[in-house]
């Protein structure tokens, strides 16, 4: 009996030591992701640039060079994020604060692998959330940083409040712009607004729509230099998407543009921009995913 005794006790301690390794193990796993995170917030000054298409494509052409990519779609009450894909959501951030829907529930599962979160008007009411249901969602949303290497927040365009909460929690800004000066103006305008209310600021610009290389060299030059010399703010230059009339197709086909059709030059245009964000030199400490949490649900 004591044999069997020291024998019980001792495949007790080797199992707790074990399930204490493959905790460890999953902790630091756990770290390591949180470390390398990183939350890329894609905005514009105006609506109608291509802001919701040219995200779902990035995220198709960053998960084809091999990162998991989740999309959070934070353009207040459209669901662009859905359209582009022709899907529709039952869930959206919010039902997060229902105790029996998981996080896991609410991801829903895009083309390539990708991953996305509908918004909703659920961003629309953090504001007037209890401690009590702002805890309960930030933790809940803790756990994205296990479902993907990116995050892409789709906000909506403009330099409104619930924008900019979005790009003051952001470690990384893609600004996508077109040629036209009433674009141009609005994208100042978003450089301006967060110029005041972010902190070590880093943003990139994306042109959409150009017709040749020499334009898109201007407009991406002139806004730099606008910024640079009135702001004071570097912004860099992340690439340009020329026009292309099948990305008008791939809309109405509710079907994304690096689907439908991979060898255009808009879809190629994407993929080298993607390319450019993944092997890019310019190194900032990324703050990580739970203090972009942070920053966002209870700055309000």
Not at 90 to 114: A, F, Q, V, W
Not at 276 to 294: A, E, H, P, T, Y
């Amino acid at each position: 009996m004591e044999d069997q005794a020291a024998k019980l006790r001792q495949m007790i301690e080797n199992r707790n030591l074990s399930h204490g390794k493959e905790a460890a193990k999953l902790q630091n796993n756990k770290k390591n992701t949180s470390e390398s995170l990183r939350i890329i917030a894609v905005t514009s000054g105006k609506g109608g640039v291509g802001k919701t298409n040219f995200t779902v494509n990035l995220a198709i052409a960053l998960s084809r060079a091999g990162k998991s990519v989740l999309i959070i779609d934070a353009d207040l009450g459209l669901a662009n994020v859905e359209v582009i894909l022709g899907r529709s959501s039952k869930y959206t951030m919010m039902n997060l604060l229902n105790d029996n829907i998981s996080l896991e529930t609410i991801i829903l599962e895009g083309p390539e692998g990708i991953k996305y979160i509908s918004g909703g008007s659920g961003f629309e009411q953090l504001a007037d959330l209890s401690m009590h249901e702002r805890v309960l969602l930030i933790k809940k949303l803790y756990e994205c940083e296990a479902f993907a290497d990116i995050i892409l927040v789709d906000t909506g365009a403009g330099v409104g409040r619930n924008v900019l909460d979005f790009l003051e929690a952001a470690d990384e800004i893609i600004l996508l712009t077109t040629p036209e000066p009433t674009a141009l103006t609005d994208a100042y305008a978003v450089v301006k607004a967060c110029r005041v209310s972010c902190d070590n600021l880093n943003i990139k610009l994306v042109v959409n729509r150009i017709y040749d290389e020499n334009e898109g060299i201007e407009v991406s030059s002139k806004l730099i230099t606008t910024t640079r010399k009135f702001l004071g703010v570097s912004i860099e230059s992340l690439g340009v998407i020329y026009d292309d009339r099948n990305m008008v197709n791939a809309i109405k086909r509710q079907n994304p543009l690096l689907l439908s059709y991979p060898d255009t030059i808009a879809a190629k245009c994407i993929t080298v921009i993607a390319q450019s964000i993944l092997q890019g030199c310019n190194l900032k400490v990324k703050r990580g995913w739970r203090d972009f949490l942070q920053r966002l649900i209870f700055s309000r």
